[in-house]
Nanobody
Framework: QVQVVESGGGLVQSGGSLRLSCEVSGRGFSINAMGWYRQAPGKERELVARITSGGNTDYADFVSGRFTISRANAKNTAYLQMNSLKLEDSAVYYC???????????????????WGKGTLVTVSP
């Protein structure tokens, strides 16, 4: 069973920084892309940043160079360093992991998406 667990959220003042972590645990899988999404009250979930297994990254326009996504493949962990936080960054941040399992000796595989339960980020004035 694959589990995705986020950590690192909390209360921070505007202009401050937080570092979120996302650990994927389980056995018998590899991880394709990982990503961070967020959802504020009354709004839809939106992409913040994502990173491929090879380290290619993609950011939402609102990040504007303030956030950095990274990953430690050996630890099945992704990080989101958030700097210069704004009030509008307040949201629940969710980690997504695209997981691949090999299902037979011929190399057939199944890809599946896993989500964590989220970690709350609150930015205060």
């Amino acid at each position: 069973q694959v589990q995705v667990v986020e950590s690192g959220g909390g209360l921070v003042q505007s202009g401050g920084s937080l570092r979120l972590s996302c650990e994927v645990s389980g056995r018998g899988f590899s991880i394709n892309a990982m990503g961070w999404y967020r959802q504020a009250p009354g709004k839809e979930r939106e992409l913040v940043a994502r990173i491929t297994s090879g380290g290619n990254t993609d950011y939402a326009d609102f990040v504007s160079g303030r956030f950095t996504i990274s990953r430690a493949n050996a630890k099945n962990t992704a990080y989101l360093q958030m700097n210069s936080l704004k009030l509008e960054d307040s949201a629940v941040y969710y980690c997504h992991a695209g997981v691949r399992r090999i299902v037979n000796v011929e190399g057939a595989y199944v890809d599946r998406d896993y989500w964590g339960k989220g970690t709350l980020v609150t930015v205060s004035p």
